[in-house]
């Protein structure tokens, strides 16, 4: 079925490694997102792309490193993990910037 | 700065009592808000855009309105399964980027 997956669904990792979140959409969408999702909070914008090869930074981006070498990737590295980066993290997608975004099931990430 | 916020956080209704969800925004330029539920250990689900002041939208039991200051979801004589957390983003002109809101934790008793 078309959609967009994330992988893993739950991941548990220890502080200073690197770890690789990955999101993958069958829509051919040219927008895709990365949002973090906290308990006082909400969703906050972590990255962004609209097109392969065009990232942009959101509203949390530090620790993060994104990369679209193809339109249907959108995987988020964090390169050094921190405590304070355990979070759920989803992945979105959109036609355009004016359609809506449509959310994958996310990644529950622990840092220990 | 985009802001959103969300009220109540939590609402508790029983089966069929009709009640209403707030939205207040502050943007520079109203491009869209946007309207999603939310189930436990799942993404957000795409339920309306309103574009402008005065507009409505529909589906099932929810009824989404928009002013220029603030969105109402109603829900009319909701269902054990509408149960969910509702969550609002706006999206300002010339972005793409959503702001969202915290939510609020709708819970429907049989």
């Known amino acids: 079925d078309a959609g967009i997956t994330q992988s893993p669904r739950y991941k548990i990792t220890e502080t200073g490694r690197q770890v690789t979140l990955m999101c993958h959409q069958t829509w051919s969408h040219s927008y895709m997102f990365w949002y973090r999702q906290d308990l006082g909070h909400g969703l906050r914008l972590i990255y962004y792309?609209?097109?392969?090869?065009?990232?942009d930074k959101g509203e949390v981006p530090d620790g993060y490193v994104v990369s679209r070498s193809k339109t249907e990737n959108f995987p988020l590295t964090l390169e050094s993990a921190t405590r304070s980066q355990t979070s759920v993290y989803f992945c979105?997608?959109?036609?355009?910037?004016?359609?809506?975004?449509?959310f994958g099931d996310g990644t529950r990430l622990s840092i220990l | 700065e985009d802001q959103v916020t969300q009220s109540p956080e939590a609402l508790r209704l029983q089966e069929g009592e009709s009640s209403s969800l707030n939205c207040s925004y502050t943007v520079s330029g109203l491009r869209g808000l946007f309207w999603y539920r939310q189930d436990p250990g799942k993404g957000p689900e795409f339920l309306f855009t309103l574009y402008s002041a005065g507009e409505e939208k529909e589906k099932e039991r929810l009824k989404a309105t928009l002013t220029k200051k603030e969105s109402f979801l109603h829900i009319t004589a909701p269902k054990p399964e509408d149960s969910a957390t509702y969550l609002c983003a706006v999206q300002s002109v010339p972005g793409s980027r959503l702001t969202f809101g915290e939510g609020t934790q709708l819970t429907v008793n049989p």
């Open positions: 792309s609209a097109a392969a090869d065009i990232t």
């Open positions: 979105a997608s959109s036609e355009d910037r004016e359609q809506p975004q449509h």
